[in-house]
Nanobody, 115 residues
Framework: QVQLVESGGGLVQPGGSLRLSCTAS????????MDWYRQAPGAQRELVAA???????SYVDSVKGRFTISRDNAKNTMYLQMNSLKREDTAVYYC?????????WGQGTQVTVSS
């Protein structure tokens, strides 16, 4: 069994920064896909950022230049550095990983951008 544990959410003022972390634990052989999704109230869950095993990254247009996804394979952990946060970034953020060929979701962490 594999578990994903997220941390780092919270309340931040517009223009501020937060760093999210997601660590996989359990029976892990390989992790290829590592993604961050978010879901705002009344909206569909959307893919925010992705990092492949090769290290190649991709971002939704609304966060390009502000968010950075990274991974530490030795720690089975990925990160999302969020800078210049805007009110519209308010959402529950979920990590998603494909571990040993199976997909897993984190429990979600709330990010609220408000003054």
């Amino acid at each position: 069994q594999v578990q994903l544990v997220e941390s780092g959410g919270g309340l931040v003022q517009p223009g501020g920064s937060l760093r999210l972390s997601c660590t996989a634990s359990g029976n892990i052989f390989s992790i290829y896909t590592m993604d961050w999704y978010r879901q705002a109230p009344g909206a569909q869950r959307e893919l925010v950022a992705a990092i492949a095993g090769s290290g190649r990254t991709s971002y939704v247009d609304s966060v390009k230049g502000r968010f950075t996804i990274s991974r530490d394979n030795a720690k089975n952990t990925m990160y999302l550095q969020m800078n210049s946060l805007k009110r519209e970034d308010t959402a529950v953020y979920y990590c998603y990983m494909v571990v040993s060929g199976r997909a897993y979701w984190g429990q979600g962490t709330q990010v609220t951008v408000s003054s």
